[in-house]
């Protein structure tokens, strides 16, 4: 028998081998617009590839967060726990920043999430990734982005899957109930809280739910129960538009989950393997079509 020490110290060392390598890139330019240099953050896995390819696109309100994670670490809009999961998925990764309100308004922060998909088509196969395996991950206002791309058809644009994760899908919902547009909308679109007519035309043209039509990528909505930011019926309500559509759109239920995505592997833990499983499924699917 080895000593204790010995024994915990290969033991350590047996997790460390096991993890797996991955290569960070930091601060790489995928577009210019509005004065600014746009910028996102690459994981390589270890491995010849291809890999599948996830965009990560943060929340915050449309005014903040980071492609890092957050830029308050551990609050809400942290998307930390993203960057694990794939790791261990084996995905080759592009965590984006993008214009923010109000310095920047609609439609500035959707433009440039499609700037990053046309920059990682192009360039995916030199980070060992599979530009035809490509899902967008989106969380809070981030999730937002997310599903408007997926209601946007343009080949140039067009992915294999899209995750919206507590994901706002209808601007409407609720609105009287909370008095008004949110500070985060208010900035985003330059009006005051009160609903106007013109404030309502705005708000369901650019509300997720509005726009489903027939032949959108693949959707899977992962929501909690227990959201008080973004209420969980929005992902309810978008899925029952989408097979309505005919389209494929699937909603992980996490029991007692909040709205920031720290707290989900505490109280679903089986959601990241679902999740994993789930575009398998979607990617093996889009290649048999091919």
Known sequence: MFPRGLACTGFLLALVVAAP?????????????????????????????????????????????????????????????????????????????????????????????????????????????DAGRIVVFGHSAGGHLALMLATISKPDTRVQAVVGFAAVADHEHKLAARGGLGDGLQALLGRPKGITPEALHELRAISPINRVKAGMPPVLLLHGDADKSVAIEQSIAFQRRVKSAGGICDLITLPGAPHGLREWAKAAPEHERQLLAWLERIFAAAGAVK
Not at 31 to 50: F, V
């Open 21 to 129: 390598a991955v290569e960070v890139r930091r601060d790489l330019e995928y577009g210019r617009a509005g004065g600014e240099s746009l910028l996102l953050d690459a994981g390589i896995p270890d491995g010849p590839g291809p890999f599948p390819v996830a965009i990560l696109v943060h929340g915050g309100g449309w005014t903040r967060g980071d492609k890092a994670g957050s830029d308050r670490p551990g609050d809400g809009a942290d998307i930390t726990p993203w960057f694990d999961l794939l790791h261990r998925g084996n995905y080759v990764w592009f965590s984006i920043n993008y214009r923010l309100a109000p310095k920047h308004r609609w439609p500035a922060c959707l433009e440039d999430v499609q700037t990053a998909v046309r920059w990682v088509k192009a360039n995916a196969a030199g980070f060992r990734g």
